[in-house]
């Protein structure tokens, strides 16, 4: 961490001495204020729930600047990894710092192909669950039961573990997710099929049936592809901060990113984009465009409890660039199934128009994010709304793993042990059960 010449001052208005705290600076974004020093000294904790001046970690991974809708991953721009590289390009650029050259990459590519099928033994697991339970509590249970099934890589501590676990990880979260999807839908799991790319191979375990070849749509496999990059890293968001800190006790790494999807799966956060989703779909039976209006001033109104969902960012507050991406892939994949003149993607654009220029959205810096968008495109591709945070999950696999090694690899890292302001009852006696 590179120190800055200026120092901050914390002074008392009680007469108590004041403190001076240390300022470092780091490449772009704000500065940070060293308080780790703060209650040795002073006796006191800082107060910030929701974390919204706090810095919990240092990081080289992704940056974000929400006022000038900037996404870096590794200080690549998303717009260009978006456009020039593909999602396992992405995977190598966030492990290992830098994009592969031709020779790297085509050994990750093979790596991570090489590891795409899963213990034979899950699909017995799997049977153990409902058909109708939600995917992401299917989910959940599997990438929590990997640790399970592979033992040679759950000792965080060992970096070849940790390595083969980031490997495994990635290649397996698509296999996994179809066959929670095929399981649903009562059809026979399908096979990794290593000919084909990352985001093609998930085309196919999820489309195919053993009965037909299947033809991967290049325009759905792109669109598919962007859809995973646009998620594969965020800073540290709810999920990541998850990982981290379930990774910080030592456990092992198939356990830190079960802990990771457990916290994607809220509508906050990982889960907008299947309640974005529901939410258009509610509108669209309830009158469509013509009740816009209504619904609108249902989300203005506090008492309501209804949200815009698929808008607002804790830290963009500008337009997500992820969502200018996925807009334009929207289009394009819309076109290209003949769908642009589908009534939902009509009922999406009224209401993003709407909403960009009423007064409670813009004085809030209320924009839609990449939710709003991804989940019209996985409906258009055919993916069923329940399975959608699936999809995220499976896509920022990569982040929290490279969020959760840099966190191991980090010479000043602790279990991570947040302090409280404790507003309960002072120490007393239990009575004994009659005087209750
Ligand atoms: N609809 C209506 N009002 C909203 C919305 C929304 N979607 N989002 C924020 N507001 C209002 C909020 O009520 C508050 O108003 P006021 O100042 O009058 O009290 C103001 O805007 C500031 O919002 P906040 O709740 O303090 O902001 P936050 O940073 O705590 O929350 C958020 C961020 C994403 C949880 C929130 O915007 C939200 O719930 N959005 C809908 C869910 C969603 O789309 N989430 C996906 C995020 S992107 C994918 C990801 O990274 O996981």
């Not at 990081?59 to 590794?74: A, M, N, P, V, W």
């Not at 249970?141 to 399970?148: F, K």
């Not at 999950?393 to 982040?399: H, M």
């Amino acid at each position: 961490m590179t120190p800055s010449d200026v120092k901050a001052t914390l002074s008392f208005s009680d007469g108590s001495p004041s403190m001076e705290l240390p300022i470092y600076k780091g490449t772009i974004g704000p500065d940070v204020i060293d308080i780790r020093k703060l209650y040795g000294q002073t006796g006191k904790f800082t107060y910030d729930p929701g974390f919204l001046s706090t810095a919990s970690c240092n990081s080289t991974i992704t940056y974000i600047d929400g006022d000038k809708g900037e996404l870096l991953y590794r200080g690549y721009p998303i717009e260009q990894l978006a456009v020039q590289c593909d999602y396992l390009d992405t995977c190598y650029l966030l492990l290992y710092g830098d994009l592969p050259n031709a020779d790297k990459r085509k050994g990750f590519h093979k790596l991570v192909t090489n590891h795409t099928m899963v213990n034979e033994q899950m699909q017995f697991f799997l049977r153990g669950f409902r058909r109708d339970a939600h995917p992401m509590a299917v989910m959940t249970g599997l990438v929590g039961a990997l640790s399970a099934f592979y033992h040679d890589s759950t000792d965080i501590n060992n970096p070849q573990h940790r390595d083969i676990a980031a490997i495994r990880l990635i290649a397996k979260m698509p296999t996994l997710v179809a066959m929670a999807y095929k399981y649903s839908a009562g059809q026979p799991y399908m096979y990794p099929k290593n000919d084909l790319s990352y985001a093609g191979n998930f085309m196919r375990m999820m489309f195919a049936t053993p009965c037909e070849d299947y033809h991967v749509n290049p325009v759905i496999e792109r669109a598919l592809d962007r859809i995973f990059i646009l998620h594969a890293d965020h800073e540290q968001n709810a999920s990541t901060s998850t990982v981290r800190l379930c990774g910080s006790s030592g456990t092992n790494p198939f356990a830190a990113i079960a802990a990771g999807v457990a916290c994607l799966w809220g509508p906050a956060h990982g889960g907008a984009n299947e309640a974005a989703l529901n939410m258009l779909e509610e509108i669209q039976r309830n009158g469509g465009v013509e009740k816009i209006g209504e619904f609108i001033k249902q989300v203005k109104d506090k008492n309501s409890g209804v949200k815009l969902m698929g808008f607002g960012h804790r830290v963009y507050k500008n337009y997500d660039p992820r969502a200018k991406l996925m807009r334009e892939t929207c289009h394009e994949v819309l076109t290209s199934l003949g769908l642009h003149n589908d009534p939902l993607f009509k009922l999406a654009m009224a209401l993003e128009k709407i909403a960009l220029e009423d007064d409670y959205f813009v004085s809030r810096k209320l924009y839609p994010n990449v939710d709003f968008y991804s989940g019209i495109v996985q409906r258009a591709i055919g993916i069923p709304v329940s399975l959608f945070t699936a999809i995220f999950a499976l896509a920022r696999t990569v982040g929290w793993i490279a969020q959760l090694n840099e966190m191991i690899g980090d010479p000043e890292y602790k279990i991570g042990r947040p302090r409280q302001l404790y507003a309960g009852s002072v120490s007393r006696d239990i009575k004994p059960l009659a005087d209750r």
